[in-house]
């Protein structure tokens, strides 16, 4: 399995970006689909997540800000990110639980990393 991100870039603040995230190879189900980012010197932080029914859940410094989304269908989680700060500029990874088979339970995957960087 694969997890394929794009979007990132440069926006000046107050400005948006959105990221895609699309799982390959051998997908039969997604469960928790997510995104985090991780800011130079700082740990890995969570930002967004989405449950396979549509549940989402927020960090605090992004709530109101960020939207996260997904197609099933495409095997695809989105972050609209808009009013962005400086404080955003990381390198936003996605994540997600993923069933290979029927049968199997998930196991987690990570994608490669899409930077953001946000100018004053």
């Known amino acids: 399995v694969q997890l394929q991100a794009s979007g990132g870039g440069l926006a000046q603040a107050g400005g948006s970006l959105r990221l895609s995230c699309a799982a390959s190879?051998?997908?039969?189900?997604?469960?928790?689909m997510g995104w985090y980012r991780q800011a130079p010197g700082k740990q890995r932080e969570l930002v967004a997540l989405?449950?396979?029914?549509?549940?989402?859940n927020y960090a605090d410094s992004v709530k109101g800000r960020f939207t996260i989304s997904r197609d099933n269908a495409k095997n695809t989680v989105y972050l609209q990110m808009d009013s962005l700060e400086p404080e955003d500029t990381a390198v936003y990874y996605c994540?997600?639980?993923?069933?290979?088979?029927?049968?199997?339970?998930?196991?987690?995957?990570w994608g490669q990393g899409t930077q953001v960087t946000v100018s004053s």
């Open positions: 994540n997600a639980d993923v069933k290979r088979t029927f049968w199997t339970g998930s196991s987690n995957y």
């Open positions: 190879g051998g997908v039969f189900s997604i469960n928790r």
């Open positions: 989405i449950s396979s029914v549509g549940s989402t």
